[in-house]
């Protein structure tokens, strides 16, 4: 026998698999693309984290965030000032301008003036008695300018240098620290402590870490 010849038959065959393979994924694939790029022009990224987004632009193109950083009732050694600064990248990334405002003294908490910057740290002194007058005051204050990021950090350098060579220090830091729960926790204000450990004071500001109302409220 002769047979048959296979050419109609290999051209039936790709025909069948074109109509009913190929051909339906094709068009669940144009379904599919349609329904992303519609969901896509459904999202407003800048709605969505238009902080985070503009970070990223001005980082992009060549811009420094910064970082400032705001003493209160402390003056800031060039250690101190060091250590703070790398506990700023740590928090925010390497590449940061760092900047250190004066420091705010005692009585001029009403007066305080943050300027704006992407983060700021509000660095108080464990060592010193906090108050709803003083202290209390100054982080609200913090709270209602904040413009970026911000952080409140107990310094705990100063306070364990004080009485780290005496007995019961652990008693003494935990009744500080109490203290400054109470403080800050009727000012409705968080804060991470910073007592030579960075890794537990990173842990912290995590959880403490504030954004602005317009940001926090969305």
């Known amino acids: 026998d002769e047979g048959v010849p296979a050419a109609s038959w290999i051209h039936l065959f790709a025909i069948t698999v074109g109509l009913f393979v190929v051909l339906p994924r094709l068009l669940l694939a144009l379904v599919a693309r349609r329904q992303a790029a519609g969901l896509e022009a459904a ?30 009732r402390m003056e800031l050694g060039s250690k101190e000032r060091d250590r703070l600064r790398a506990f700023a990248h740590q928090l925010w990334g390497g590449q940061l301008w760092v900047e250190f405002a004066d420091p705010i003294a005692y009585g001029d908490e009403d007066e305080a003036c943050f300027e704006k910057a992407d983060y700021q740290m509000l660095v108080l002194n464990l060592s010193a008695t906090p108050e709803d007058e003083s202290q209390g005051r100054l982080v609200r ?3 209602a300018q904040l413009a970026g990021d911000g ?48 890794d537990a004071a990173r842990s912290a500001a995590g959880e403490a870490m504030m954004k602005p109302r317009s940001t926090a409220d969305k």
């Open 141 to 143: 204050r913090f709270r």
């Open 151 to 198: 952080l409140v950090l107990l310094e705990g350098a100063p306070f364990r240098e004080r009485f780290g060579g005496l007995g019961e220090f652990d008693r003494r830091l935990g009744e500080r620290v109490e203290a400054w729960q109470a403080v800050l926790g009727r000012a409705g204000v968080a804060f991470a402590l910073y007592d030579g450990d960075a």
């Open 43 to 72: 999202i407003d990224p800048q709605s969505v984290a238009g902080d985070y987004i503009a970070k990223l632009l001005k980082t992009r193109e060549g811009g420094n965030l910064m970082a400032r950083i705001i003493p209160h």
